[in-house]
Protein backbone atom coordinates (compact mmCIF):
# COMPACT_ATOMS: atom_id res chain seq x y z
CA UNK A 1 0.00 0.00 0.00
CA UNK A 2 1.47 3.61 -0.59
CA UNK A 3 2.27 5.14 2.21
CA UNK A 4 0.00 8.40 3.47
CA UNK A 5 0.56 12.00 3.14
CA UNK A 6 2.26 13.56 6.19
CA UNK A 7 -0.43 15.03 8.01
CA UNK A 8 0.79 19.35 7.92
CA UNK A 9 -0.15 23.10 7.96
CA UNK A 10 1.24 26.33 8.48
CA UNK A 11 1.10 26.71 12.27
CA UNK A 12 1.06 22.91 13.01
CA UNK A 13 3.35 21.77 15.93
CA UNK A 14 5.14 18.58 15.60
CA UNK A 15 7.02 16.33 18.14
CA UNK A 16 9.36 14.74 15.38
CA UNK A 17 11.26 11.63 16.60
CA UNK A 18 14.04 10.04 14.66
CA UNK A 19 15.79 6.49 15.29
CA UNK A 20 18.42 5.02 13.38
CA UNK A 21 17.85 2.12 11.82
CA UNK A 22 17.93 -1.42 14.09
CA UNK A 23 18.66 0.97 17.01
CA UNK A 24 22.00 2.15 15.38
CA UNK A 25 24.01 5.03 16.45
CA UNK A 26 23.82 7.81 14.47
CA UNK A 27 26.17 9.87 16.32
CA UNK A 28 29.35 8.07 16.99
CA UNK A 29 31.16 11.18 17.74
CA UNK A 30 30.78 15.04 19.19
CA UNK A 31 31.82 15.92 16.09
CA UNK A 32 28.98 14.05 14.49
CA UNK A 33 26.60 15.93 16.77
CA UNK A 34 28.35 19.09 15.88
CA UNK A 35 27.35 18.26 12.10
CA UNK A 36 23.64 17.85 13.02
CA UNK A 37 23.22 20.93 14.60
CA UNK A 38 24.57 22.71 12.17
CA UNK A 39 22.61 21.36 9.95
CA UNK A 40 19.53 22.73 11.81
CA UNK A 41 21.34 25.95 12.57
CA UNK A 42 20.74 26.60 8.44
CA UNK A 43 17.27 24.85 7.81
CA UNK A 44 15.39 26.04 10.54
CA UNK A 45 15.67 29.87 10.10
CA UNK A 46 16.33 29.15 6.18
CA UNK A 47 12.66 27.33 6.81
CA UNK A 48 10.88 29.86 9.10
CA UNK A 49 10.62 26.75 11.51
CA UNK A 50 10.07 27.26 15.06
CA UNK A 51 11.93 24.55 16.89
CA UNK A 52 10.80 24.77 21.01
CA UNK A 53 12.66 21.81 22.02
CA UNK A 54 15.81 19.09 21.06
CA UNK A 55 17.48 16.32 22.10
CA UNK A 56 20.17 14.26 20.69
CA UNK A 57 20.99 10.59 22.21
CA UNK A 58 23.53 8.26 20.54
CA UNK A 59 20.40 6.60 18.36
CA UNK A 60 18.18 8.62 17.96
CA UNK A 61 16.60 12.17 17.70
CA UNK A 62 13.39 14.57 19.33
CA UNK A 63 12.75 17.47 17.92
CA UNK A 64 9.79 19.82 18.84
CA UNK A 65 8.70 22.40 15.68
CA UNK A 66 6.48 24.79 14.46
CA UNK A 67 5.66 24.27 10.65
CA UNK A 68 6.47 27.60 9.22
CA UNK A 69 6.77 28.78 5.39
CA UNK A 70 8.01 25.06 4.32
CA UNK A 71 6.31 21.77 5.30
CA UNK A 72 7.41 19.44 7.79
CA UNK A 73 8.43 16.76 5.16
CA UNK A 74 10.62 19.18 3.26
CA UNK A 75 12.53 20.40 5.63
CA UNK A 76 13.14 16.54 7.06
CA UNK A 77 13.71 15.23 3.92
CA UNK A 78 16.62 17.91 3.45
CA UNK A 79 17.76 17.18 7.23
CA UNK A 80 17.98 13.31 7.12
CA UNK A 81 19.45 13.55 3.41
CA UNK A 82 21.97 15.84 4.00
CA UNK A 83 22.61 14.21 7.48
CA UNK A 84 22.96 10.68 6.47
CA UNK A 85 25.01 11.31 3.19
CA UNK A 86 27.76 13.39 4.92
CA UNK A 87 27.58 10.44 7.51
CA UNK A 88 28.08 7.34 5.04
CA UNK A 89 31.05 9.09 3.09
CA UNK A 90 32.68 9.81 6.55
CA UNK A 91 32.38 6.43 7.56
CA UNK A 92 32.35 4.67 4.33
CA UNK A 93 29.25 2.70 4.77
CA UNK A 94 25.94 2.44 2.68
CA UNK A 95 22.42 1.69 3.10
CA UNK A 96 19.84 3.37 5.76
CA UNK A 97 21.04 5.10 8.25
CA UNK A 98 17.77 6.24 9.86
CA UNK A 99 14.42 3.81 10.62
CA UNK A 100 12.03 4.05 7.81
CA UNK A 101 10.26 7.36 8.10
CA UNK A 102 10.69 9.68 10.67
CA UNK A 103 8.02 9.89 13.20
CA UNK A 104 5.89 12.90 13.70
CA UNK A 105 3.19 13.64 16.01
CA UNK A 106 0.85 15.96 15.00
CA UNK A 107 -0.06 17.86 18.95
CA UNK A 108 -2.54 20.95 20.03
CA UNK A 109 -0.20 23.31 21.05
CA UNK A 110 -2.15 24.83 24.49
CA UNK A 111 -2.01 21.38 26.26
CA UNK A 112 0.68 19.81 25.19
CA UNK A 113 3.59 22.39 24.20
CA UNK A 114 4.90 23.07 27.93
CA UNK A 115 4.80 18.85 28.49
CA UNK A 116 6.38 18.39 25.25
CA UNK A 117 9.11 20.68 26.16
CA UNK A 118 9.86 18.91 29.26
CA UNK A 119 9.22 15.25 28.24
CA UNK A 120 11.76 16.08 24.90
CA UNK A 121 14.74 18.05 27.27
CA UNK A 122 14.39 15.20 30.19
CA UNK A 123 15.76 12.49 27.77
CA UNK A 124 19.28 12.26 28.16
CA UNK A 125 18.59 12.12 31.78
CA UNK A 126 15.69 9.25 31.24
CA UNK A 127 19.31 7.62 29.08
CA UNK A 128 21.78 7.60 31.85
CA UNK A 129 23.76 10.97 29.43
CA UNK A 130 22.90 12.72 32.57
CA UNK A 131 22.97 11.74 35.88
CA UNK A 132 21.43 14.79 37.34
CA UNK A 133 19.42 17.64 36.84
CA UNK A 134 22.41 19.85 37.58
CA UNK A 135 24.19 17.72 34.99
CA UNK A 136 21.68 17.98 32.64
CA UNK A 137 21.58 21.62 32.71
CA UNK A 138 25.18 22.22 31.01
CA UNK A 139 24.44 19.05 28.47
CA UNK A 140 25.16 20.69 25.34
CA UNK A 141 23.35 18.03 23.41
CA UNK A 142 19.43 18.98 24.39
CA UNK A 143 17.91 22.29 24.21
CA UNK A 144 17.68 22.30 27.80
CA UNK A 145 21.35 23.66 28.39
CA UNK A 146 20.42 26.63 25.98
CA UNK A 147 17.43 27.92 27.88
CA UNK A 148 19.28 27.49 31.52
CA UNK A 149 21.84 29.85 29.40
CA UNK A 150 24.66 27.00 29.59
CA UNK A 151 24.83 27.13 26.06
CA UNK A 152 23.86 28.72 23.09
CA UNK A 153 22.08 27.97 19.80
CA UNK A 154 20.54 31.39 18.37
CA UNK A 155 17.67 28.95 15.91
CA UNK A 156 16.00 28.11 19.19
CA UNK A 157 12.94 29.72 19.63
CA UNK A 158 13.86 30.75 23.46
CA UNK A 159 11.20 33.61 23.38
CA UNK A 160 8.01 31.53 23.04
CA UNK A 161 8.84 29.04 25.84
CA UNK A 162 10.33 31.79 28.06
CA UNK A 163 6.78 33.54 27.90
CA UNK A 164 5.04 30.41 28.97
CA UNK A 165 6.53 30.73 32.28
CA UNK A 166 7.01 34.49 32.93
CA UNK A 167 7.29 37.84 30.95
CA UNK A 168 11.13 38.20 32.57
CA UNK A 169 13.98 36.00 31.38
CA UNK A 170 15.23 35.27 35.23
CA UNK A 171 12.02 34.50 36.38
CA UNK A 172 11.27 32.33 33.08
CA UNK A 173 14.29 30.20 33.53
CA UNK A 174 13.37 29.60 37.23
CA UNK A 175 9.86 28.53 36.80
CA UNK A 176 10.90 26.50 34.17
CA UNK A 177 13.83 24.52 35.92
CA UNK A 178 11.03 23.78 38.39
CA UNK A 179 8.41 22.67 36.51
CA UNK A 180 11.46 20.00 34.73
CA UNK A 181 12.05 19.32 37.98
CA UNK A 182 8.61 18.36 38.85
CA UNK A 183 8.26 16.59 35.94
CA UNK A 184 11.49 13.95 37.06
CA UNK A 185 9.00 10.73 38.72
CA UNK A 186 7.02 11.06 35.67
CA UNK A 187 9.16 8.22 33.19
CA UNK A 188 7.85 7.14 30.18
CA UNK A 189 4.43 9.41 28.87
CA UNK A 190 2.72 7.45 25.77
CA UNK A 191 0.12 10.23 25.31
CA UNK A 192 3.41 12.78 24.58
CA UNK A 193 4.92 9.67 22.03
CA UNK A 194 1.38 8.21 20.59
CA UNK A 195 -0.86 10.87 20.32
CA UNK A 196 -2.23 13.80 18.30
CA UNK A 197 -4.11 16.20 16.79
CA UNK A 198 -5.67 14.03 13.96
CA UNK A 199 -7.42 11.78 16.70
CA UNK A 200 -8.33 15.10 18.95
CA UNK A 201 -10.28 16.95 16.14
CA UNK A 202 -12.36 14.70 14.59
CA UNK A 203 -10.42 12.94 11.67
CA UNK A 204 -9.40 14.60 8.30
CA UNK A 205 -12.35 16.93 8.56
CA UNK A 206 -11.76 18.53 11.78
CA UNK A 207 -7.99 18.75 10.51
CA UNK A 208 -9.07 20.52 7.50
CA UNK A 209 -11.01 23.15 9.28
CA UNK A 210 -8.10 23.63 11.45
CA UNK A 211 -5.82 24.21 8.28
CA UNK A 212 -8.12 27.19 7.47
CA UNK A 213 -8.02 28.50 10.64
CA UNK A 214 -4.64 28.71 10.87
CA UNK A 215 -3.73 29.69 7.57
CA UNK A 216 -0.09 31.29 6.91
CA UNK A 217 -0.87 35.03 7.78
CA UNK A 218 -0.85 33.97 11.21
CA UNK A 219 3.02 32.88 11.60
CA UNK A 220 3.42 36.59 11.90
CA UNK A 221 1.98 36.61 15.62
CA UNK A 222 4.47 33.39 16.46
CA UNK A 223 7.48 35.52 16.99
CA UNK A 224 8.23 37.02 20.41
CA UNK A 225 11.47 39.00 22.00
CA UNK A 226 13.15 37.40 24.42
CA UNK A 227 12.29 38.37 27.59
CA UNK A 228 13.66 41.37 29.72
CA UNK A 229 14.62 41.24 33.32
CA UNK A 230 14.00 44.81 33.58
CA UNK A 231 10.79 46.64 34.87
Given at each position: ?????????????????????????????????????????????????????????????????????????????????????????????????????????????????????????????????????????????????VLMGKSEQPWQNLAYVY?????????????????????????????????????????????????????????????????????
Open positions: MPRKARIDAPGALHHVIIRGIERRKIFRSDYDRNHFINQLSVLVPETSMDCFAWAMLDNHVHLLLRTGAVPISIFMSRLLTGYAGWFNRKYKRHGQLFQNRYKSILCQEAPYLKELVRYIHLNPLRAGLAKDLKELDAFLWCGHSRLFSDRKKEARKEYRGFVENGLSEGNRPDLTGGGLLRSLGGWTGLKDFRGILGTSMLSCFTYPIPSDSP
